[in-house]
Each structure stands twice: as C-alpha cells, then as structure tokens.
Nanobody, 122 residues
C-alpha cells in the first residue's frame, strides 16, 4: 500500500484547510487509517483515526475543530481542519494499518505517506 498526502499550505489563525490522502496498491487490505503530525522539535503525535467502518477518534487538542473522513470506494481519506491555531503548525502524515493475505500467508504492515506541511500564522 502506498499513501500520498496533499493539501497542506499556509493559512492564518482561524482559517481552514483540507488535507487529503490517496491510497494505492492493495487497498482492500487497509483497515484503520489515521492522521499524525509532527511539529518542529516535537515527537510525532496521533491527530485522528477512522476505522474501516467509519468509527472516529480524535486527540483532545483537535476535538470539535478537525473532522476525519474516508471514502472506501475512492481509497481516500480527508482531514478537514477548521479554526486552525498556530500550535497546529506541523508536518501532517497519513497512515494506514494493512492486514491481508499473500498467497494464503497472512501479512500486516503499517504504511506512511510522505507528509504535507501545514503552517498557521498568528
């Protein structure tokens, strides 16, 4: 599975951005998908997760402001980010948990996209 993130950019505080993640390859084996972010000098942190069935979970810092969604038919995942704050500035990565079979042998992996930079100015 390969993931391609897009949609980052520069926005003023209070503004909005929409990130997208396109999956390719063995997309039928994708289970949960997530967005992570890594701010300068900080560890990568989980922002939001969505299961294959659509159940969502969010970090407390983004609850009520960010919305994660996915379209299984199009193999895409989005992150709508509203009311952005300077502390949301980070490189955002999409992530997928993959579980399937290759020639009847089970396999599992964790796939990462290349990251997209979000900068929120005050």
């Amino acid at each position: 599975v390969q993931l391609q993130a897009s949609g980052g950019g520069l926005v003023q505080a209070g503004g909005s951005l929409r990130l997208s993640c396109a999956a390719s390859g063995r997309t039928n084996d994708i289970r949960s998908m997530s967005w992570y972010r890594q701010a300068p000098g900080k560890q990568r942190e989980l922002v939001a997760t969505i299961s294959s069935g659509g159940t969502t979970n969010y970090a407390d810092s983004v609850k009520g402001r960010f919305t994660i969604s996915r379209d299984n038919a199009k193999n895409t995942m989005d992150l709508q980010m509203n009311s952005l704050k300077p502390e949301d500035t980070a490189v955002y990565y999409c992530n997928a948990d993959v579980l399937g079979y290759t020639e009847h042998v089970p396999y599992a992996l964790n796939a990462w996209g290349q990251g997209t930079l979000v900068t929120v100015s005050s």
